[in-house]
């Protein structure tokens, strides 16, 4: 009995380090991979036609204003007003009339300057995958900046290079650790689905595409 119990033990303690070690992997291939694609200062940013403002929620919970969030507008508002980009898709989640990402970005962003003509609005932005290859499939972008933290873009850089979209990302300002340390690890755990998603469920360009065109 107590021998069984010490195999078991010994196989979960396997199974779980082989995990953790799986996670790292992945986190490091896609910030290896796309770490010369993301510019964290304005200046030294190429000039793109489009900018991709990944979405966030405005709020986070108990009504605070989200910092991400914030940001993001921030850096989305500057690089239009730099010339670094003419134009905006803010690509998010619309799941319900009270919960709308794109109409808030909008706003954030028509406060800060931005002309309402220079946006245009994907409101079936459910996830990075989604608004990265409806940026290319559906809004006919074959070159974009990515505009999100450089945590989140460098996901969305690994998955748009995958599928030939030559983009770059630019960093958004960063929160505090103890702010955003829940969003991190998210992400920890996101980069690994990201790899699984396209190398082991066969998720292919067909298969987005069927899935992209169902949204409209």
């Known amino acids: 009995m107590v021998q069984s119990l010490f195999a078991y033990l010994k196989a979960g303690t396997v199974l779980l380090l082989m995990a953790l070690a799986f996670v790292v992997a992945c986190n490091g291939w896609v910030i290896y991979s796309t770490q010369g694609f993301i ?16 979405g966030t929620s405005k709020k986070v919970v ?4 989200n910092l991400f969030f914030r940001h993001r507008m921030e850096a989305a508002a500057t690089l239009y007003h730099q010339k670094k980009v003419r ?16 109409s808030d970005m909008k706003a954030a962003l028509l406060k800060r300057g931005v ?11 459910h996830n990075t995958f989604a608004s990265v290859l409806r940026a290319k499939r559906l ?5 974009i900046t990515i505009i999100s933290q450089s945590f ?3 996901r969305a850089l690994f998955i748009s290079r995958h599928y030939q979209i030559p983009a770059i ?4 300002a960063d929160v505090p650790v103890d702010y955003g340390y829940r969003t991190m690890l998210r992400e920890y755990l996101a ?26």
Request: proline letters at 5%; glycine letters at 8%.
């Open 152 to 154: 989140h873009g460098a």
């Open 191 to 216: 980069r690994p689905k990201a790899l699984m998603d396209i190398y082991l469920l066969n998720k292919d360009q067909a298969l987005f595409e069927e899935e992209l065109e169902s949204e409209l």
């Open 115 to 125: 002309p309402e003509d220079a946006m245009t609005l994907d409101y079936a932005g």
């Open 87 to 102: 134009y905006l898709i803010l690509s998010g989640d619309n799941s319900s009339q009270y919960y709308n990402e794109p």
């Open 39 to 54: 510019f964290r200062q304005v200046d030294s940013l190429p000039a793109r036609e489009v900018g991709l403002v990944l």
């Open 62 to 65: 108990g009504g605070k204003e």
């Open 139 to 143: 809004f006919n972008q074959d070159s």
């Open 169 to 172: 990302a630019f960093a958004a």
